[in-house]
């Protein structure tokens, strides 16, 4: 069965530009979840979709990022006049429901590397 | 404020004998801890888990301890394996019944198993 993938893997953009970062979650996992890493640290919370409502948005850095998951299983983010303290990797992760066991393992795609100039 | 910690960013082991990689938490709320292995340019693969229900968790070469009275896990890898290189993050999640389970993560440790 295929994982979670990520499209773009790379993308390389100039400040100011709008950027679109789309995720292919495990087929059949509701919870849907993004993250961002930067160099040295561990991947940190941005916003987490328990199918297509975005139930918890409280790691957005600010309004220049949002995120879609409109049908309830692809999902893009997206991010306007991006900077350059943008650049980062942006990692997804995908779950079942939490209440099964074993559901709440999060498994994460290849993420997509993000350079801002 | 970091509520995960991994005090160590690098540890060196031969071959075929034990790593331990220790992990420290400081947020009650957590009840589910998790270990992912991270290769350069790939995404975080899940490695083990454990619930806050039990102290210990076996798969294979790779075991997960909790002290929950001390807030810390530690995870052991016997024997080591070259493969086994790579980055350690230890996470953590709030139990939310239903809500955002977003893990929290450390900043890992990077793990170096000479042959």
């Known amino acids: 069965g295929a994982g979670v993938s990520q499209t773009p893997s790379n993308k390389v953009t100039e400040k100011g530009k709008y950027v679109e970062l789309r995720c292919d979650p495990i087929s059949g996992h509701t919870a849907l979840y993004w993250y961002r890493q930067s160099l040295g640290q561990g991947p940190e919370f941005l916003i987490y979709f328990q199918g297509t409502g975005a139930a918890d948005d409280s790691g957005l850095p600010n309004d220049r990022f949002f995120a879609v998951r409109p049908e309830g299983s692809v999902s893009t983010l997206k991010i306007q006049r991006t900077e350059r303290g943008d650049s980062a990797v942006y990692l997804c992760?995908?779950?079942?429901?939490?209440?099964?066991?074993?559901?709440?393992?999060?498994?994460f795609g290849p993420g997509t590397r993000l350079l801002v100039l | 404020d970091q509520q995960v910690k991994q005090n160590s960013p690098s540890l060196s082991v031969q071959e075929g004998r034990i790593s331990i990689l220790n992990c420290d938490y400081t947020n009650s709320m957590f009840d589910y801890f998790l270990w992912y292995k991270k290769y350069p340019a790939e995404g975080p693969t899940f490695l083990i888990s454990?619930?806050?229900?039990?102290d210990k968790n076996e798969d294979g070469r790779f075991t997960v301890f909790l002290n929950k009275s001390a807030k810390h896990l530690s995870l052991h890898i016997v024997p080591s394996q070259p493969g086994d290189s790579a980055v350690y993050f230890c996470?953590?999640?709030?139990?939310?019944?239903?809500?955002?389970?977003?893990?929290?993560f450390g900043k890992g440790t990077k793990l170096t198993v000479n042959p």
């Open positions: 992760a995908s779950s079942l429901i939490s209440s099964l066991a074993g559901g709440r393992t999060q498994y």
């Open positions: 996470a953590a999640s709030p139990l939310t019944q239903g809500g955002s389970e977003k893990l929290v």
């Open positions: 454990i619930s806050s229900i039990k």
